[in-house]
């Protein structure tokens, strides 16, 4: 399948959000145009409700009026139907099933601790923070063996792991600035130090990670209207 | 001497997954039974992030987390049939999608509902029940989720088959209903038969004896 008309896949999303993010880029990569169907915040669709019944979340991937749920699920999904792109998972299985650990490692462990940074305080949140670091320090380690001294979890080019991790560089620097703490430090975790660099400078990324300080106002916000949950997909 | 093998537990429903999985390709193993109480030195080395089974071996390479598993069996040895995700994207993802939904979903809520009482048994209850009708919805005309052969979402779902009579009975509580429910019934019971699966199916007298046991443990353990 080569090419869409843009009308032939959208994308529900917001730009604040991670998961939304990864579907972004990944299509990015595979050079598809798609529409962009920002939702607003504190409210949901008619078009999300339908399309997403079961969690009524975002991100959505509208393709042929087909939808597609959960932000990992989409982005292989893109890889397989775009096949004749870049590839974002690599070939071989072992090292697809590497990559699809860490991905899960992310969303189970990483991002949920991230965002708990955000409310806590004295001893519980350098706690958090430890157990945060500590999970990134494995993530390093993981970097290390799946670059093989390249600039990305996937080589050369920007991969699976790169996506689901390198989605949430965003917010990673945002819980930074607003909470007060280092998570990816030079001493610690080099090679993600330098990954993240090259990664929010790859032309497939360029402009979709939202600014620092943009996230900083905006999780300001979500103080203010209590319960929306941050960037949950 | 298989070169692949298989960490599990005799209980454990993640693992069993896995067994269900290599036994349906005909793909040949060696099973290695844990004691989660007292984990050996070798699934500590072969998983150290979480310690868990089930993991995976392969050529001495280990993979861990069942989905991921899944998903390395089905890669690798593709021309073993039958195949458990389908050819089509738009399918696959659709296979992904409910094997996820059931154990973000499902499975937590029907085990917080065996394992607490009074209030938080039955708010745990409806809430799985809200989440199962979209599975109940989703087996219309269907033998499996897979379609005519046990696929990557009936595996991951199977656990449904095979514990929830068990839970069912030690906990005095009906989890899953016929007059709701009666589509996921006869898959339960269809899975339950399917060619490979009953074979490995765990004894339940052993199952109603550990989760028992467990459950009792977990309900002394609860703040009064």
Known sequence: ???????DVKVLGAWPSPFVTRVRIALNIKSVKYEFLEEALGSKSQLLLQSNPVYKKIPVLIHGGKPISESLIIVQYIDEVWSSGPSILPSDPYDRAIERFWAAYVDDKIFPSMKLINTAQGEEKAAIVEQVTEGLVL??????????????????????????????????????KMGGVKLLDEAKTPGLVQWAESLCADGAVKGIIPDTEKLVEFAKILVKMKGVPLGKN | MAEVKLFRAWSSPFP??????????GIEYDMIYEDLSNKSSMLLQYNPVYKKVPVLLHKGKPISESLVILEYIE??????????????????????????????KILPLI????????????EALIAAHENLK????????????????????????????NLVSVFEEIAGVTLIDHEKFPLLLTWMKNFMDAPKIRETWPPRDKLINHFRAL??????KEPK
């Open chain 2, 134 to 161: 979209y599975l109940e919805v989703e087996l219309r005309g269907k033998k499996f989720l897979g379609g005519e052969t046990v696929g990557f979402a009936d595996l991951t779902f199977g656990w449904l088959a």
């Open chain 1, 139 to 176: 993530l390093e380690e993981a970097f290390q063996k799946s670059s093989k001294g390249k600039a990305f979890f996937g080589g050369d080019r920007i991969g699976f792991l790169d996506i689901a991790f390198g989605s949430m560089l965003g917010w990673l620097r945002a819980i930074e």
């Open chain 1, 1 to 7: 399948m080569a090419n869409s008309s843009c009308s």
């Open chain 2, 215 to 220: 459950r009792e443990t977990l309900i002394a």
């Open chain 2, 16 to 25: 069993l997954r896995i067994v269900w999985a290599l036994e349906v390709k």
């Open chain 2, 75 to 104: 890669e690798t040895w593709k021309s073993k049939t039958p195949s458990l995700l389908p050819g089509d994207p738009y399918q696959r993802a659709m296979a992904r999608f409910w094997a996820k939904f059931g154990d973000d």
């Open chain 2, 111 to 122: 085990w917080e509902a065996f394992i607490k009482q009074g209030k938080d048994q039955e």
